[in-house]
């Protein structure tokens, strides 16, 4: 049973840690190597660890982080660090892999925990790397570090709208943090059960990328749509909720849809909204989720998919990301207990 | 998964009181109690020398039984307790000699005498405090259960007092109506007598205690658990509400029986009911009937869960029984009564405004699932009646074409839709709308699968990190995919069972009168189904669905482990014809039909090409009462079966391409384009309210050698420094406007034509009055359209080779554009009046593409920015030749010609070049084309101008 529900909490690097695996992703982002960085030697050490290796663009940034991490990771790790290739062009096939080798070594640890820093990873990858955790009967704690700051900039605000309602392609492209999307991924574990004659509820966790969420809805063709912006904890972040709006507004005009806001971070918060919808909609409606929005938002659709099997879980992938309008710097780890 | 983890910890509960289990279960612990109770209070050392034991295991077992309240100790002294007293009383009597006797009693020797004869044939249970046999009742020769209670422990008057108790439960209860109660004597073999009460109930034949039929039963459903609540928690709450309890609610006091009255279903008894205590003395701690009820709902829910992995808790249970047993969970009931209310609790439909519901915007219905009503489906419906002829025939059919086409509108409409039939006995325009299309459901019966929901999205081999299905998976998938058509069908049926007239109240289609052979079909097929009763005729049918409907699920959620996989008789192609012969003996209304399963858009992406294969097995495989009708886009979808064959489109199956209806190359098969569409906007216009007719509102278009004279004018340049403009002669317009050049732009796409005029309608603020838009207004509109869906190119989703597909294929379609404008302006085709309008590639050679330009050219066709118009004969006499068309809708954006009048010729290298390098592809021809320019002004006598030009190309080839 699932029963952690508390908002994440600031990761406090003067404990001492000690679990038994492990598991990192060296991504285009700085912030990917963040909590690698800050565990010290004699206050953590783990049995094994594993660390995820993209071999998708933006190559550069994403090998530079990887040889970061696991010269980390060797420091910390009593055994040699082991590594594992992934690639968002066939996401469903890497999540598998990743799975059946988290299984492999679930087996050889003898500490039953597991810490999973998912500030390096895709949503579908965190949530197979949760997942193979929970499934091997891993007690697994969340790391998630922030960025410092989010693209598109507050003083990008005005223009990224104008290009994306205007349809000034170009101007959105430079603008927005990837470019459109590539795939939908829907793992076969993750895939729901669908009843006969029931129609769709799409459940969109909504970020600043309506290139990919365009995309999405378009392919998917729900039967409603329920649009959730995400809402960051921290107040100087808070137009970004307007934005994100702003930036959606006309998507939906075509589908009957309803909107509101979710934390970005608060898993407890993002769970209680999420019940709160499914259950005034589920009998009329099966549902699906798509978090398109932060890398928690992606956890608590998880942990809501492991109360409610039923309910599908929806993953994207854009064409490129712009790892230069991504995010920038680092700020806060945070640790969230799943188990 | 998460759900029988969770369910499993509750069934600890089941232990609560185990001390006193565990103290009854332990032979040394009855010794020990024997010989309390035999020589009275003794001290420990008593005890161990009576039972030989060690003081250490005699102190541990006296541990147990004070533990269980069995024994007492007092004064270094361990004696009965009054609960040990009676365990051991009770034990010391047997009446299981009374098999083969008969019970007679003597009214005349005894008070409240048992009034009829009974033979007793079996011993059928033995409680705390009585022994039940089964027995025939002389006289009616009916068998009953007969209690004999062991003497002293229940009373004639206390059972009487339960019998009046009892008498108030009225109704339709699952308890055992009481036939008989009184006083009998009873002699027993060592010459004892006992008078006792004694009770004759209607005996539960043909049943099965509910944790064998659990067992037994290979298909549930959320009846059974429905049921459960309903009969069980029923008696339960009726028992409650007289005040009494059962009080022994154990796994063999509820019993599942076949019962007579409907087909063979199944339904719960609550057996052993009296009304007394079954447990010896009050004080003993057994669980209360609500506990009982919940450990076995519980326990059932944990079977069913482990019989269907990967199924949802919820779902398999049902809402309310769910719900039900969170309540029992969470001990959230006092009273049985209290449960049922809750039971029985309908849920809070989904609010009026929950949803913001997109405008009544007929225009806006741009693809068939924006369409808000099966009514509306058939009224904005304007087919082309000898592609839907061909499309509605019975046969497995094909149907491809460009987006917006319209393929899966033409799909759509052939599914079975009881609200329509409903509508149409009340709307004599959607009668006639139907009657037009020869729509009648005892004679196709169409099944629709909309594949964009992420139905079979899961469904690939990358997930068994494989690039091909094995063999077992293959069949295995086809397994999931015939269940999937079944429920598909089952739940078509249930709508039409669901929906009714409204004056009559009649459904549309009528119950099914005897489903004996349908739950045959399927016990055959899957194994043993649990058909619950019910009072009404189609909740057999509706049973079978929802046990189907869960087999699916399971076999959905289990696929890619073959560990998982639930071994027994995998489906094939003949099950499925079979089924549909079933379903037309069990529903009267269907018997003469014949079943069209509808699988719109199963395109690559939608479905994979691996599962593409197997259901292309299906579809090939013989079939008399079922076909297949597929849409999908070209090039996205395969022809191969799962076995490696290859299916022939012409010969095996019947091949539509509605793109060939705006394509002049099918000569034979033409349509009028334009009255077709006008037709299309039109009814939309009426649906949106509007007085004028589309040709009336948009009016006439230019002449074309007006607008193209117009059109080939050459862009003014801007003066060099210094040099003095030229003086301005007043620039003639060309208008893209006007009917006959709208519709052209739509190039035979519906859904941008309304999305066209749309926009026209919408620039212009044209309300339902309008009769006319300027041409110039229109004009406007239509370039800022054209440059809007040229500039949304740059988004397309997708990428290849790492790179963003958008760009690429804009590329291509600006390099054809800018060639065409180009000819357009520059080309001297020497005949006044007459230009070279290209907007078209025809290639010279069938030579195969490299991969890369393939997929590019995969991806321009799939995404309808080039026609694919065939094998068409070459205008340079070539012979059968490829050949694409950019989308007119472009033409404006590039301000070049809407129209097919002359082609580029490429070669295979020239075709690569411009699909993969569009930039070099332009300067290239732009070259050629100065020095064509150059050479016509030098023209050598007998050289036609166009000849020039193709000779010119295929020369530097």
Redesign the interface.
């Given at each position: 049973?699932?029963q952690n529900e508390r908002a994440p909490a600031e990761w406090d690097f003067s404990i001492r840690s000690a679990p038994g695996l492990a598991v990192c992703a060296g991504g285009f982002e700085r912030r990917s190597v963040a909590f690698a960085s800050r565990l010290r030697k004699g206050r953590f050490w783990t049995e094994r660890s594993l660390i995820l290796r993209y071999e998708?663009?933006p190559a550069t940034e994403n090998e530079a982080n990887f040889l970061r991490v696991k010269r980390r990771m060797h420091l910390l790790c009593r055994s040699e660090p082991e590594s594992i290739t992934v690639s968002d062009?066939?996401s469903?096939?890497s999540s598998?892999?990743i799975q059946s080798r988290i299984g492999e070594l679930a087996k050889r640890i003898s500490s039953r925990t597991a810490i999973i820093d998912i500030s390096g990873m895709t949503h579908l990858f965190a949530v197979s790397c949760l997942h193979a955790c929970l499934v091997s009967g891993l007690r697994t704690t969340i790391a998630y570090s922030e960025a410092k700051s989010y693209f598109p900039s507050k003083a990008m605000w005005r223009k990224v709208v104008r290009a994306w309602r205007t349809?000034?392609?170009?101007g959105?492209?430079r603008f927005l943090q990837s470019?459109?999307?590539?795939?939908?991924h829907?793992?076969?574990?993750f895939?729901g059960?669908?009843?006969?004659?029931h129609q769709?509820c799409l459940i969109v966790l909504a970020g600043h990328e309506p290139?990919r969420v365009?995309?999405l809805v378009d392919?998917?063709?729900?039967g409603?749509?329920i649009v959730l912006y995400g809402v960051s904890p921290h107040p100087h972040l808070r137009w970004r909720t307007q934005l994100s709006k702003e930036l959606h507004s006309d998507l939906f005009?075509?589908?009957?849809?309803?909107?509101g806001e979710v934390s970005t971070l608060g898993v407890g918060e993002i769970l209680e909204a999420l019940t709160e919808e499914f259950r005034?909609?589920?009998?009329?409606y099966d549902v699906?989720i798509a978090s398109q929005c932060s890398k928690m938002q992606a956890v608590a659709s998880y942990l809501f998919w492991?109360?409610?099997?039923?309910v599908?879980l929806?993953f994207t992938s854009p064409?490129?990301f712009n790892p230069k309008r991504y995010s920038r710097g680092v700020g806060r780890t945070f640790q969230y207990d799943v188990s | 998964?998460?759900?029988t983890?969770?369910l499993r910890?509750p069934n600890q509960l089941v232990l609560k009181g185990k001390a006193l289990h565990e103290a009854l279960a332990n032979p040394r612990c009855l010794f020990l109690l024997d010989s309390i109770f035999k020589r009275g209070p003794l001290t420990v050392k008593q005890i161990a020398e009576a039972a030989a034991l060690s003081q250490r295991d005699v102190d541990s077992l006296l541990a147990v039984a004070v533990d269980a309240e069995l024994i007492a100790y007092s004064s270094g002294l361990y004696s009965l307790t009054v609960l040990g007293e009676k365990r051991i009383a009770f034990g010391s009597t047997s009446f299981e000699f009374l098999v083969g006797a008969k019970l007679v009693a003597d009214p005349a020797a005894l008070a409240n005498a048992l009034r009829n004869e009974y033979k007793i044939k079996n011993l059928i249970g033995i409680g705390a405090t009585s022994y039940t046999f089964l027995a025939e009742q002389s006289g009616t020769h009916r068998d009953r259960a007969l209690k004999i209670f062991i003497p002293g422990t229940v009373t004639y008057e206390r059972l009487d007092e339960a019998l009046r108790k009892r008498a108030q439960i009225t109704g339709d209860v699952a308890v055992p109506e009481i036939v008989d109660a009184g006083q009998v004597m009873i002699r027993c073999p060592d010459g004892r007598s006992h008078i006792t009460a004694c009770v004759a109930l209607e005996y539960v034949s043909n049943s099965q205690t509910f944790a064998e039929f659990l067992k037994s039963q290979e298909n549930l459903s959320p009846r059974v658990f429905q049921r459960f609540v309903e009969r069980v928690g029923g008696a339960l709450a009726a028992i409650e509400l007289v005040g009494l309890s059962h009080g022994d609610l154990h796994e063999r006091n509820i019993l599942v029986a076949k019962r007579a009255s409907y087909g063979g279903t199944q339904d719960f008894w609550v057996i052993d009911f009296i009304g007394v205590p079954s447990t010896s003395s009050p004080e003993m701690d057994v669980p209360s009937d609500m506990e009982n009820f919940r450990n076995h709902l519980l326990r059932a829910a944990v079977v069913a869960c482990e019989r269907y992995p990967?199924?949802?808790v919820?779902?398999l249970l049902g809402?309310n029984v769910f719900r039900v047993l969170e309540g029992l969970r969470n001990e959230a009931y006092r009273s049985f009564s209290e449960l049922l209310e809750d039971f029985h609790r309908s849920?809070?439909?989904?609010?009026q405004d929950?949803?913001?519901?997109?405008l009544p915007e007929p225009f806006?219905w741009?693809?068939v699932?924006?369409i808000p009503s099966a009514e509306w489906l058939y009224r904005l419906f304007e087919p082309v009646p000898s592609r839907f002829e061909t499309i509605a025939r019975f046969g497995n059919t094909w149907l491809s074409g460009p987006r917006g086409c319209g393929k899966s509108h033409y799909l759509r409409v052939l599914a079975f839709h009881p609200q329509v039939i409903v509508e149409a006995a009340k709307n004599q325009e959607l009668n006639q709308k139907l009657k037009s299309i020869n729509y009648d459901f005892k004679r196709a019966f169409g099944i629709l699968f909309?594949c964009?929901?992420?139905?079979f999205?899961?469904?690939?081999p990358?997930?068994?990190?494989r690039t091909t299905f094995d063999s077992e998976t293959k069949a295995f998938l086809k397994h999931i995919l015939i269940l999937k058509i079944w429920?598909?069908t089952?739940?078509?049926i249930?709508?039409g069972l669901e929906c009714c007239e409204d004056e009559t109240n009649r459904s549309v289609l009528a119950p099914p009168t005897n489903s004996t052979h349908l739950i045959q079909f399927f016990e055959d097929r899957l194994g043993s189904m649990a058909v619950m009763e019910d009072p009404t005729a189609e909740s057999v049918f509706l049973q079978c669905?929802a046990a189907c409907?869960a087999r699916e699920?399971s076999a959905?959620?289990v696929?890619?482990d073959a560990a998982r996989r639930k071994s027994g008789r995998l489906l094939d192609e003949a099950d499925l014809d079979q089924f549909f012969r079933v379903v037309k003996q069990t529903f009267p209304d269907l018997t003469e039909t014949r079943f069209y399963i509808l699988v719109d858009d199963a395109s690559y992406?939608h479905i994979h090409f691996e599962m593409q294969k197997l259901l292309n097995s299906l579809v090939r495989a013989v079939q008399a009462n079922h076909c297949f009708k597929i849409t999908c886009e070209k090039y996205m979808y395969t022809l191969d079966t799962a076995d490696g064959r290859a299916i022939d489109p012409r010969h095996e199956v019947t091949y539509v391409d509605l793109g060939e209806v705006s394509t002049k190359a099918q000569r034979e098969t033409a349509v009028d384009l334009s009255e077709y569409m006008a037709r299309v906007i039109d009814s939309r216009l009426r649906a949106a309210g509007y007085k004028s007719e589309i040709r009336a509102i948009l009016g006439r278009s230019q002449d074309a050698r007006e607008f193209l004279a117009a059109l080939s004018v050459p862009g003014s340049r801007r003066p060099k420094k210094g040099e003095r403009a030229a003086p301005k002669a007043p620039r003639p317009r060309a208008y893209y406007a006007g009917w006959n050049i709208v519709w052209s732009l739509a190039h035979g796409s519906i859904r941008t034509l309304l999305e066209l005029v749309e926009y026209i309608f919408r620039k212009s603020k044209a309300s339902q009055e309008t009769d006319g838009i300027a041409l110039k207004v229109q004009d406007s509109a239509v370039r800022s359209y054209s440059n809007?869906h040229y500039?949304?190119l740059?988004?397309?989703?997708?990428?290849i080779d790492?790179?963003?597909?958008?760009p690429r294929l804009q590329g291509v379609i600006s390099a054809i554009g800018e060639m065409s404008r180009q000819y357009l302006e520059r080309y001297e085709t020497g005949e006044k009046g007459r230009w070279y309008e290209t907007i078209s590639l025809e290639r010279l050679d069938r030579r195969r593409l490299p991969q890369g330009a393939q997929n590019i050219l995969d991806e321009l066709v799939k995404y309808g920015l080039l026609l694919d118009e065939g094998i068409t004969f070459s205008r340079a006499q070539f012979g059968l030749l490829p050949r694409y068309d950019m989308n007119k809708i472009f033409a404006p954006a590039f301000q070049t010609t809407y129209r097919v009048r002359n082609h580029i010729y490429v070669t295979r290298n020239r075709f690569v070049e411009l699909l993969s390098k569009p930039d070099k592809f332009v300067s290239r021809h732009r070259r050629k084309l100065d020095e064509l320019a150059d050479r016509r002004r030098t023209k050598v006598k007998g050289q036609p101008p166009q000849g020039l030009l193709f000779e010119e190309n295929s020369a530097t080839e």
């Open positions: 049973m699932l998708n663009p062009d066939r469903v096939q598998q892999e349809r000034e392609y170009e959105s492209r470019a459109g999307l590539k795939a939908v829907i793992p076969p574990e895939a059960n669908f009843r006969p004659g769709t290139n365009e995309g392919d998917y063709a729900p409603a749509l005009s075509q589908w009957p849809v309803r909107e005034t909609i589920r009998d009329q699906a492991r109360r409610h099997p039923e599908q929806i064409v490129c | 998964m998460s759900s983890t969770t910890a990967g199924y949802s919820r779902l809402e849920r809070l439909p989904i609010p929950y949803f913001r519901a997109p806006e741009l693809r699932e924006f909309a964009r929901l992420g139905e999205k899961p469904f690939a990358d997930v068994m990190r429920n598909k089952l739940q078509t249930k709508e669905l409907s699920n959905v959620a696929w890619p992406g809007l500039k949304a740059s988004m397309l989703p997708g990428a790492g790179e963003p597909i958008g």
